[in-house]
C-alpha cells in the first residue's frame, strides 16, 4: 500500500541519517508512527482488500502466524518491517523482544500491562527464575503509540478488547542483544518459547501419553524422568503432568484427590534432584490454569465490556488497580457498582458442557451476594459485611446471618474470577 511505503521511506531515511543506531530506532519509529496517523487515512478492512487483490505482496515475515491472527507485512525493508496484526482471541504471554521498534493501536483497544523480573538463577540460556513483579497497567486507545525496547527492559503483555483490534508493528529484524525472547511465567520462570530440543520434546510427549494411556506404570517411569532429566526438561514435563492430573472435570465433580496426590509424588520426585527450585513450580502451575481458566469463558464474554474485565482480571492482581482502570473507561459510574453489575450478569450465564453453575462460578448469586461483594471492594471485612447487612435487615440475631455471610465467602473464594478480582479472599478466615 503507498501509505506504508511511504512510512517505510521516512523511517529508513532518518535511520540512515543515524547510522542505522538500533537504540535510534524505537524513537524513530515512534515518531513517524505518531506522525503518519494510519488511524486517519487507513481502514484495516483496506489492507485485507489489497491482500485479496495485490498481485504481489512485500515478504511476509510470520508465515506461521504464530503473532497476530493473522500477521500482514506491508513494507519489507531490507533491515526492518511494519505489520498490522489482527487479533480476536485478546491476549497475548508476558514477553520481552529480541528486536525494536514501536506499535500503535489502528483499531480498537488494549490493556497493556508492563513487568519487571528479577533475576535469582539463570539455569541456561533458555530458561531462568526469579520474581516477575507488575510495574503498571494502562489502557491504550486508538492512535496510541508506545516504543519496544529489545531484552527485559521492556517485558509487557497486551490483552486486546474488541473484536478485532489491529495494531502496526514497525520492527527491526533481529536484536542479539536482546535475545533469547522470553516468556515470563507468573511469578518465577522465564523460558524461550521458540526453543526446541528434539530429544527434550519427545520426552514430554511420551510422558503425555503414558499418562494419556493410564499406564499403570506412568508415574514410576515419569517420575524417573524428572529425576533424572534438568532442570528445564523437568519442568516441561511437570507442567504437563499438572494440567492432566489436577485439570480434569472429573476430579472437579467429584471432589477427587488421587490426581493432586499423584502430582505431589512426581514433585518429590523433582525435589530429590533440583532441590528447592521445585518450590517455584507449583505457584507457576497454579497460575496458569487459573489464567486457562478465565481463557476458557472468553467464548461467553462476548460484549467490549465483559472482554475488558475479563482483561482486567487476567493482568491486574490488585483490587484497587482494577476499581482505578474501571472508573478511567466509564467515567463518573461508581467503579464498585459497574464491577457488580457484571458479576450479576455472568451469574445469569451458563457454561454449556459444565458442571459449575454459570461462567462465574457460584451458585445462588443474589441480591445479598452483590450487596457483600461491594463490601469487599470497597475493603470491608467478614464482619463489617455482616453488621452492614444486619443492620439493612434490622436483624437482632447475628448468628444465623455470619454463618451465611461466611457461606457465600466460601463460595467466592471457590470461583476463580472472584478470587482474580478480590485476592483478599484467600486471607479471609472462614
Not at 519496544?148 to 521492556?154: L, M, N, S
Not at 450478569?345 to 459444565?354: A, C, M, N, V
Not at 455471610?405 to 470461583?415: A, D, H, L
Amino acid at each position: 500500500m503507498q501509505f506504508f511505503q511511504k512510512l517505510g521511506a521516512l523511517i529508513e531515511q532518518r535511520w540512515r541519517d543515524k547510522n542505522y543506531d538500533e537504540d535510534a530506532f524505537p524513537q524513530i519509529a515512534a515518531d513517524a508512527l505518531a506522525e503518519a496517523d494510519a488511524c486517519a487515512s487507513v481502514d484495516p478492512v483496506e489492507i485485507l482488500e489489497w491482500v485479496h487483490h495485490a498481485p504481489s505482496l512485500p515478504v511476509q515475515h510470520d508465515i506461521e502466524s504464530r503473532f497476530g491472527n493473522p500477521p500482514v507485512t506491508l513494507y519489507s525493508g531490507p533491515r526492518f518491517y511494519i505489520d498490522a496484526y489482527y487479533w480476536l482471541d485478546g491476549t497475548t504471554a508476558v514477553h520481552q523482544h529480541a528486536f525494536s521498534g514501536a506499535f500503535q493501536v489502528l483499531a480498537g483497544s488494549s490493556i497493556h500491562s508492563r513487568y519487571d523480573f528479577s533475576l535469582d538463577e539463570r539455569i541456561n540460556v533458555n530458561m531462568a527464575v526469579g520474581k516477575a513483579t507488575l510495574r503498571s497497567v494502562e489502557l491504550l486507545s486508538t492512535g496510541q503509540v508506545r516504543r519496544i525496547t529489545p531484552g527485559a527492559k521492556f517485558i509487557h503483555a497486551l490483552f486486546h478488547l474488541e473484536r478485532p483490534s489491529v495494531s502496526l508493528t514497525v520492527r527491526t529484524m533481529h536484536t542479539p542483544t536482546g535475545g533469547p525472547q522470553f516468556s515470563y511465567l507468573k511469578p518465577f520462570i522465564a523460558i524461550d518459547p521458540f526453543f526446541k530440543e528434539q530429544s527434550a520434546v519427545r520426552k514430554v510427549q511420551t510422558a503425555v501419553l503414558l499418562l494419556k494411556m493410564k499406564h499403570p506404570r506412568a508415574d514410576e517411569l515419569i517420575g524417573e524422568l524428572v529425576e533424572s532429566s534438568d532442570f528445564h526438561v523437568a519442568y516441561l514435563v511437570m507442567e504437563s503432568a499438572f494440567h492432566h492430573l489436577t485439570g480434569g472435570e472429573l476430579q472437579k465433580v467429584f471432589s477427587l484427590s488421587s490426581g493432586s496426590d499423584r502430582f505431589q509424588s512426581l514433585l518429590e520426585r523433582a525435589r530429590l534432584r533440583h532441590g528447592e527450585l521445585v518450590d517455584r513450580l507449583p505457584p507457576v502451575f497454579e497460575e496458569l490454569h487459573r489464567q486457562s481458566s478465565l481463557v476458557s469463558r472468553r467464548t461467553y464474554l462476548t460484549g467490549s465490556d465483559e472482554r475488558f474485565f475479563l482483561a482486567l482480571l487476567l493482568n491486574v492482581p490488585e483490587t484497587a488497580k482494577v476499581l482505578d482502570l474501571v472508573r478511567q473507561r466509564f467515567g463518573q459510574q461508581d467503579p464498585a457498582d459497574t464491577i457488580c453489575d457484571w458479576v450479576t450478569e455472568l451469574s445469569k450465564t451458563r457454561l454449556l458442557g459444565s458442571a459449575e453453575a454459570n461462567v462465574l462460578g457460584v451458585e445462588d448469586f443474589d441480591e445479598d451476594s452483590a450487596l457483600a461483594l461491594r463490601g469487599l471492594l470497597s475493603g470491608l471485612n467478614v464482619e463489617q459485611i455482616v453488621s452492614g447487612l444486619a443492620d439493612k435487615y434490622n436483624w437482632e440475631s447475628r448468628a444465623q446471618l455470619e454463618t451465611d455471610v461466611r457461606r457465600m465467602m466460601q463460595s467466592f473464594s471457590s470461583s476463580v474470577l472472584l478470587k482474580s478480582l478480590l485476592p483478599q479472599l484467600g486471607n479471609l478466615s472462614l
